[in-house]
């Protein structure tokens, strides 16, 4: 049975939204579920489009300058700016490349994806345009300057660093920010303008809590995000990070708590959230941020040498926590600093 072209583009969406969404993240997914029904769709296509374009900057069997060629022509088939035809092809020559079926399939389902996107609110449209236009040109600055994995190359400064989480996450805070001032109607007690720059350093400091995770696997592949001028002033080289972790860890507790200072942020925005899904969707990220910087912490040096992570059965403990509270200010106010300790 052939079904109109409507039909199957819901039915696409449809299946983007559920299966395909929640084999690439789990506890996105869980995430999403909270959300207004309005936010749902341009929140859930920008993520999916995100991952897309990290799967493409993340598959090592192809050389960094097809990676960021097929970088720059998806980033331009997300902008309508290419050939929608060629940007399949090219994504697609990717797909056998990926040991994760979840990655196959994320691939695979290009085409939809940029369908949805023309099908989209106009203004949601260009949110999630301007948007992946900034992650994009994160990914391929990393590229830049981690193109040799036989070297560890550091970040040259602070600057540097902050502009990775910017790019990466710091602009989703934005995104996410004028979604929900256009769509809910009196969304937080602060205004758009305050707000803003709190859901900036909100997602900066949830990307600089991924780089601190991740800062032993990192430097094993050759990235180190930690400022050279930091290293220098420590006469620490970026290649004996792993085999002097000790004389490392001032200044990786340094952007621990720099991190902790984003989170409180993200607390900030959180509180002036007037709906309770909203709020309790918007504050899970924060929560689940300050337990793992706490995990860290306990970990000390021991951190670079094996993964941290919150465990599933936590991040379940936290979404009954809140749905048993309705979110409440005092109750969220609670639990972060208990999972701060």
Not at 42 to 56: G, M, N
Not at 63 to 71: A, G, K, N, P
Not at 191 to 196: A, F, Y
Request: glycine content about 4%; overall charge positive; charged content about 30%.
């Amino acid at each position: 049975m052939k079904f109109p072209a409507e039909v199957r583009l819901a039915l696409s969406i449809r299946k983007l939204q559920t299966a395909i969404l929640r084999s690439v993240s789990r506890s996105f997914y869980l995430s999403i579920r909270l959300l207004p029904a309005q936010l749902r769709e341009p929140v859930a296509l920008a993520y999916l489009l995100a991952r897309t374009t990290d799967t493409v900057a993340d598959t090592e069997r192809v050389s960094r300058t097809v990676r960021t060629e097929t970088l720059k022509m998806l980033s331009n088939g997300i902008q309508s700016t290419a050939s929608r035809g060629v940007v399949i092809d090219l994504t697609a020559s990717f797909v056998p490349l990926q040991e994760n079926a979840a990655e196959r399939r994320l691939l695979r389902s290009v085409p939809d994806c940029l369908e949805w996107l023309e099908h989209v609110e106009a203004a949601d449209r260009n949110d999630i345009r301007v948007v992946l236009e900034k992650i994009t040109r994160g990914q391929m600055l990393d590229l830049e300057r981690f193109g040799k994995p036989t070297e560890i190359r550091a970040l040259q400064s602070a600057a540097d660093l902050d502009e990775y989480t910017y790019l990466i996450a710091g602009c989703v805070g934005e995104f996410w920010t004028r979604l929900c001032f256009r769509h809910i109607r009196d969304f937080a007690s602060l205004s758009e303008t305050k707000m803003l720059p709190l859901g900036k350093r909100y997602g900066m400091g949830l990307q600089l809590i991924n780089v601190l995770r991740d800062a032993g696997s990192d430097l094993r592949a050759g990235r180190c995000y930690f400022p050279e001028e930091e290293l220098s002033a420590a006469d620490l080289p970026a290649a004996q990070i792993l085999s002097e972790s000790e004389r490392f860890q001032p200044i990786y507790e340094r952007w621990i708590e720099k991190a902790q200072g984003e989170l409180e942020c993200g607390m900030q925005y959180s509180r002036a959230i007037r709906n309770r899904r909203l709020r309790a969707a918007t504050v899970l990220p924060a929560l689940i941020g300050a337990r793992t910087l706490a995990l860290l912490r306990d970990a000390g040096t021991m951190a670079l040498q094996r993964q941290i992570k919150v465990r599933r059965d936590e991040v379940r403990r936290m979404i009954l926590s809140l749905v048993i509270t309705f979110a409440s200010r005092k109750p969220i106010d609670a639990m972060f600093e208990r999972f701060s300790k």
